[in-house]
């Protein structure tokens, strides 16, 4: 490759290297084995340089003149005569640039600046990783919340006897079953024997040294409600004997679940009324 770099230093402003100027060059770059061609006035005296061989191409009217200049390759400077002093033309060929001596002074194309891109990717991964350490530092040793305490069997009851009643679209049978299951749910939470496993009798034998005979007769009902819903049913058609059952079987369940009761030992405080 051939780099032609045509550079002025005339007197003050300096003269550039143009086609308006008295001499400049025609491009700074040619391939191996093609001539740089120079513009200076017609009259302009070449001079001999080791290595170069310079030839007049041609004459123009405007008084100018064309030379071409080849040679072997290397790096080298025309001081080619001015109307100011001497102009300094820098040749390169078959070479990148300057490769020394008197050369090694001249300005280089400045390095293409690296990519930013590895940059912002390393900085992305960087904050990734800091975030990840930092949230699993934060689980590991932030501090665990007291587990809650589990609700008393009382406030679960309850809960569950008033869903049981808040649903009317249900058979007047299947809801005292229902709500004599949860009479039974509550005594196996309260009691070392399972309430669940046992018949209405065997129940009411464990609680008889609890509870006092107006309790065991509210636990009683309690246990058998379905019996006595399907018996109103049958003893009254208009279901006002219903109605009425269901009211003391919402007493019982007050009377028996409620903590304040006397007759046996009652849950955890805390607990709700019906």
């Not at 400077?77 to 002074?105: F, Q």
């Not at 934060?138 to 007291?146: L, N, S, T």
């Not at 049913?233 to 059952?245: E, N």
């Amino acid at each position: 490759m051939i780099l032609a770099l045509l550079l002025t230093a005339c007197a003050d402003p300096p003269t550039p290297l143009s086609p308006a100027a008295p001499i400049w060059v025609e491009a700074r770059k040619v391939d191996d084995g093609k001539p740089v061609r120079v513009h200076a006035p017609a009259d302009t005296v070449m001079p001999s340089v080791e290595g170069l061989l310079v030839e007049r191409a041609s004459s123009g009217d405007d008084g100018t003149a064309v030379w071409e200049v080849s040679g072997k390759a290397g790096s080298y400077i025309l001081e080619v005569p001015g109307p100011a002093g001497p102009v300094p033309v820098y040749v390169d060929i078959g070479v990148d640039g300057p490769t020394g001596g008197t050369m090694a002074d001249l300005a280089t194309p400045p390095a293409r600046p690296p990519p930013v891109w590895p940059y912002v990717l390393a900085g992305v991964v960087g904050l990734g990783t800091l975030i990840a350490a930092g949230l699993a530092a934060w689980k590991r040793w932030r501090p665990i919340p007291p587990t809650a305490p589990p609700e008393p069997p009382d406030v679960i009851a309850v809960r569950e006897w008033r869903a049981l009643r808040a649903q009317t679209e249900l058979d007047p049978a299947e809801l005292a079953l229902q709500l004599s299951a949860v009479y039974r749910r509550f005594l196996d939470a309260t009691r070392i024997w399972p309430a669940t496993a046992r018949t209405t009798r065997e129940i009411l034998d464990n609680l008889g040294a609890e509870l006092t005979a107006s309790e065991l007769e509210c636990a009683r009902r309690l246990l058998s409600a379905m019996d006595l819903v399907k018996f109103a049913d049958r003893g009254d058609p208009s279901r006002t004997a219903l109605a009425d059952l269901f009211e003391k079987l919402d007493a019982d369940f007050r009377r028996l679940v409620s903590p304040q009761s006397g007759g046996r030992p009652g849950p955890a405080a805390g607990s709700a009324d019906v």
